[in-house]
């Protein structure tokens, strides 16, 4: 199986580990109430209620938010072309692949399937040929097609 990890931008890199430092505080911080002040209103259930809650949201935060750094990655294996985000996966057949096209002004992959469907598949620009050569060598049928500024400014011409 080859496996290529998703690329996320600098951007959504920062929110995630934000996230992670803010789950953490969240845990801290109702960790220090419970410390600090203990179960002292009028309806204890509301208090146990409140921190429970409190740690179960930090808790599921922190390991959605881990999950999508470890976790998120493109595989080939075989005949499965296998997307990961997170918790989140999903598997195709390579034989429902249609095509790839490579987008050089964007550096983007996108991938249609037999059913007017396609995924933009997110890798740093270098892992690109390796991954197409992976789903080629997975399913020979499969056309690839590479779309530049030059490619674009033909199609123009011709119509």
Excluded: C
């Amino acid at each position: 199986m080859q496996i290529f990890k998703y690329s996320f931008s600098r951007l959504i890199t920062v929110f995630i580990y934000v996230g992670i430092v803010f789950t953490v505080a969240a845990a801290g911080i109702n960790t220090y109430f419970i410390v600090a002040h203990g179960f002292n209103s009028a309806n204890i259930v509301y208090d146990i209620l409140q921190y429970v809650l409190t740690y179960f949201v930090a808790v599921i935060g922190f390991i959605l938010l881990i999950s999508l750094l470890i976790s998120s990655y493109y595989a080939i294996d075989g005949k499965k072309f296998i997307t990961s985000f997170g918790i989140i996966k999903s598997k195709y057949d390579t034989e429902k692949i249609q095509n790839i096209v490579l987008d050089r002004n964007t550096n983007k992959l996108a991938v249609y399937f037999d059913e007017n469907t396609f995924i933009v598949v997110v890798l740093k620009p270098e892992w690109n040929e390796k991954f197409i050569d992976a789903l080629l060598k997975a399913n020979d049928k499969i056309e690839f097609t590479i779309q530049s500024k030059e490619s674009d400014a033909n199609d123009k011409n011709k119509g």
